[in-house]
């Protein structure tokens, strides 16, 4: 089954079946055709790619483990990563289980679904890597505390520090999280 494909055509993404499982998560490129993409650990084999950005480089989707049904997003730095562990430390992540992926915007940076917030309720969540990302100590202000803040969970290994979302830390999350803290929160 496809789910969707990027703009122009040449990367489509969804569910197939495989020899690990009966649900793989998939992606066909034009120049490679289909690949599949594996799944998270724990838990039994199964994967759904849901939604690709508008380049077909960012693709995010489910996938079960042992504790149920868990969020990706998958790019070819970083390969399929739970999207948990992504948006750990985010401000306004605390307590969520994010379930299911099911959109993501054209350059990649906003992905939306659904999971269970911290009371246990089934809702929607919304992970912009843009929106007040720059907030680093979430006091609802951006200072140059906020820029110390990014340095030491930089340090730390932190996730939250990978700032353009590649699922490694490199000197170019330091770019994007300055480009961030200049434009300050929406």
């Known amino acids: 089954r496809a789910y969707g494909c990027s703009s122009n055509g040449e990367v489509v993404i969804g569910e197939s079946t495989s020899d690990l499982g009966p649900q793989e998560a998939f992606v066909w490129r034009e120049v490679s055709g289909i690949v599949g993409l594996g799944d998270l650990p724990g838990g039994s084999f199964r994967s759904v790619a849901l939604a690709v950005s508008s380049t077909g480089d960012v693709i995010v989707g489910w996938s079960e483990t042992a504790g149920g049904n868990r969020a990706f997003v998958r790019d070819e730095a970083g390969g399929m990563r739970d ?18 992926a099911s959109g993501v915007s054209e350059d990649g940076g906003v992905i939306v679904g659904v999971g269970t917030n911290p009371l246990g309720q089934t809702e929607g969540w919304v992970a912009d890597a843009a929106g007040c990302y720059p907030d680093c100590n ?3 202000r951006v200072t140059v505390a906020d820029f110390g803040c990014f340095q030491g969970r930089f340090v730390l290994g932190d996730p939250y520090a990978d700032c353009n979302v590649t699922g490694n830390l490199t000197v170019a999350d330091f770019g994007c999280f300055q480009g961030r803290y200049v434009l300050g929160c929406p």
């Open 138 to 140: 979430g006091d609802s």
């Open 83 to 100: 999207l948990n562990e992504v948006v750990a430390g985010w401000p306004g992540f605390a307590g969520w289980t994010l379930m299911r």
